[in-house]
């Protein structure tokens, strides 16, 4: 249970020894259940991949609305209120704006609803994003866009519509026969279809999209793990380029939080799992 947990893996209380024999410990306990086989043992002419972060600003309409929803709410975010459910909601509310504004109701100008330039100019992500998959159709590559959220697929659809780029989209509504045909034609070598539109947990592992070289994460996962899996649908045994990732970070926002969290909890696993596989590797207590 629990508490028995907490105390027999208690790092704080511990003397530097202490704390040695509590991560052998775990390596122990965890040593017959991880087997890990990566995949630079097996591939060894696989081709580097670079994570970049993007870090963008704010349209001003993102900022007006972004001022909105935290002033309305800010004892919550304060933590006046002890109420998690309000604070993850409000966290979601703020991680919206930051992707884009038209993901609220009543924003985009209409009815009627007519594609155009508002619809880049108004979140800067887009625009960025507006940026670099000219250059990168420019270069003839290819590439995949992550996000969470399949409402935001749907003007990632539009806006490609509206710019005449050839796509193709999965999320998790997709047929596994459309998924299947889909991820055919994208990588397929004589296929136009050059960006593919993805929701970031759809298809679980077995998508190879070794095609494309270059991953946009629009958005970040809490869960490192989630983002990692994505970036490895491109970067995987077939590559014969470097990939390069870009990850959009809305500066001074919550987005930052969210992707701090990642790093430590990839920190973490970095220590516990990855060390673990090899005893040799001594874990000094500072780590």
């Known amino acids: 249970d629990a508490e028995e947990f907490d105390r027999t893996f208690n790092l704080d209380a511990a003397t530097t020894e202490e704390q040695l024999k509590i991560v052998k ?16 043992e097996i591939e060894f002419k696989l081709p580097p991949k670079k994570e970049i972060y ?25 933590g006046v209120s002890k109420d998690r459910i309000q604070l993850l909601n409000i966290l979601m509310q703020l991680k919206k704006v930051c ?26 992500k887009l ?8 250059k990168i159709h420019q270069e003839g590559n290819k590439v995949l866009v992550f996000s969470q959220m399949t409402t935001l697929l749907n003007i990632l659809d539009d ?7 050839k796509y193709v989209r999965i999320d998790g509504q997709t047929s596994s026969e459309d998924r ?24 679980g592992l077995g998508i190879n999209l070794h095609a494309a070289n270059i991953v946009i994460l629009y958005d970040s996962d809490w869960n490192p ?10 970067h995987r045994i077939g ?7 870009y990850r959009f970070v809305c500066e001074g926002t919550v987005e930052e939080k969210i992707v701090e969290r990642a790093a430590k909890k990839l920190k973490i696993d970095q220590l516990i799992i990855q060390k673990g596989k090899n005893v040799q590797n001594k874990v000094s207590a500072l780590e």
Not at 103 to 111: A, D, H, N, R, V
Not at 159 to 165: A, L, S, T, V
């Open 99 to 124: 992707n884009h504004p038209y993901l609220f109701p009543k924003i985009e100008p209409g009815p009627p609803y007519i594609d155009g330039e508002h619809l880049v100019y108004n979140s800067m």
């Open 25 to 40: 410990q775990i390596h122990n306990l965890l040593k017959p259940y991880v087997l890990r086989r990566l995949k630079s």
């Open 127 to 134: 625009k960025i994003l507006d940026v670099l998959l000219k």
């Open 180 to 203: 299947d045909t889909r991820i055919e034609d994208f990588q397929s070598p004589t296929s136009d279809k050059w960006i593919f539109l993805i929701s970031t947990r759809a298809g």
């Open 54 to 78: 993007l870090y963008v600003g704010l349209s001003d309409l993102q900022k007006d609305m972004y001022k909105k929803i935290l002033s309305k709410n800010i004892d919550v975010v304060n």
């Open 239 to 245: 590559q014969t380029k470097p990939v390069a990732v």
């Open 159 to 165: 806006y490609c519509r509206y710019r005449g780029f």
């Open 225 to 234: 793990q989630v983002d990692l899996q994505a970036i490895d649908r491109a």
